[in-house]
């Protein structure tokens, strides 16, 4: 593909100090390991808080499509080590070597040959076992369909807390031996990897398996949370990575329509390990309790603060008084419950839930 990449665009891209120091590390050859896939560019850069940087750039007709740099630069435009790498683009294409693309890498081979690939690959990662585990799973959930209606299957196979557990211990101990400067400045990359179990779980929740989602997301709760105080987060990173799973949480809870002795006894094992986070400042997955509390007996919270309590509570679900009152939490079951049904494909029930919450655009 032909690409308008230039060094005025560069420019444009980045803050005049970036630019300055990407064009000196250009110069002092801090570039290696480039090679290229189609559009997809990759490399590494040398660093000064660790030994090197990992390099993604996609590159489109109008230039840069995406541009990505494991170093913690976030004040604003792309770093110095993207400014050195996309001027070696421009400057010397000859240092990237072409490689296949995977797909057209085997393309060529049959089943057999594919799962001896997997076999040794595993056998040389033994710790790859887990996550191949998981993304068979997956797919086994993605292929039966999404959603969880009358006269479909739930699937017998469900995922491996233990393994998840294996997963999260290993990112978490990732940087064990390392300088107190250089866990901090690898903080944002092992998010990065935890977000990625948690889109996993994501997976699992849209394609209808809400008790597998519900095992990985508890335990990315649980395990984040026993290693958190050794974490230097001041940015913020680890405690925005456990508040977002509480929607997703609250949304497996509802999906799967626990039993109240069910929901007690999960509430129970969950709730020191939330009020702990509480005590950080970690307050979202107080929705994860609020979720097991009532249920789908909360009545929805209107865009005037007030809750709407029509029909709602016919069942006399949501009646007393509760530990979770706080509009925000109440908001959420609110947004959850939307989720579930939309997931689950109950047009019904969502449209009169988005008319008793006043989520008007929803409902459109």
């Known amino acids: 593909m032909k690409t308008t990449l230039t060094e005025d665009l560069i420019r444009s891209m980045s803050t005049p100090q970036s630019f300055q120091r990407g064009r000196e590390y250009y110069r002092s050859n801090a570039i290696s390991e480039t090679y290229r896939q189609e559009d997809v560019l990759f490399g590494e850069c040398e660093g ?87 993304q068979a799973h997956l797919t086994q959930t993605q292929v039966s369909g999404p959603g969880m209606g009358k006269g479909q299957k739930k699937r017998h196979t469900q995922v491996s807390a233990q393994n998840y557990k294996r997963q999260i211990k290993n990112i978490l101990h990732g940087m064990d031996g390392y300088s107190s400067s250089e866990r901090y400045w690898g903080l944002h990359g092992m998010v990065k990897e935890l977000e990625e179990i948690a889109d996993t779980a994501r997976q699992f929740l849209e394609s209808g398996d809400a008790e597998s989602a519900l095992t990985i997301l508890t335990t990315l709760l649980e395990e984040v949370a026993s290693e958190y105080e050794y974490f230097d987060d001041s940015d913020g990173d680890l405690g925005s990575f456990l508040d977002e799973l509480a929607l997703p949480a609250a949304e497996a809870i509802l999906a799967l329509n626990l039993s109240p002795s069910e929901r007690s006894s999960l509430a129970r094992k969950l709730k020191p390990t939330i009020n702990e986070l509480s005590d950080y400042g970690v307050e979202e997955p107080a929705l994860i309790l609020a979720a097991l509390e009532k249920g789908w007996g909360a009545a929805p919270l209107t865009d005037d603060g007030d809750e709407n309590n029509d029909e709602w509570d016919e069942e006399g679900e949501g009646e007393g008084e509760g530990e979770w009152e706080n509009d925000w939490v109440q908001a959420g079951l609110t947004a959850a419950k939307l989720n579930v049904l939309q997931y689950q494909g109950k047009m019904e029930e969502y449209l009169s839930l988005c008319l008793q919450a006043h989520e008007y655009s929803r409902y459109a």
Do not use: M, N
């Open 48 to 134: 000064s808080s660790a030994p090197y940087y990992h390099i993604r750039v996609e590159l489109d007709q109008s230039g840069i499509r995406s541009a990505t740099c494991t170093c913690e630069y976030d004040w604003g435009g792309i770093c110095k080590h993207l400014v050195a790498f996309l001027l070696t683009c421009i400057h010397d294409p000859d240092q990237f070597t072409e490689r296949a693309s995977i797909p057209d890498l085997l393309a060529g081979l049959d089943r057999e040959a594919l799962l001896s690939i997997l076999v040794r690959l595993a056998d040389k990662d033994p710790s790859l076992y887990d996550w191949l585990e998981s």
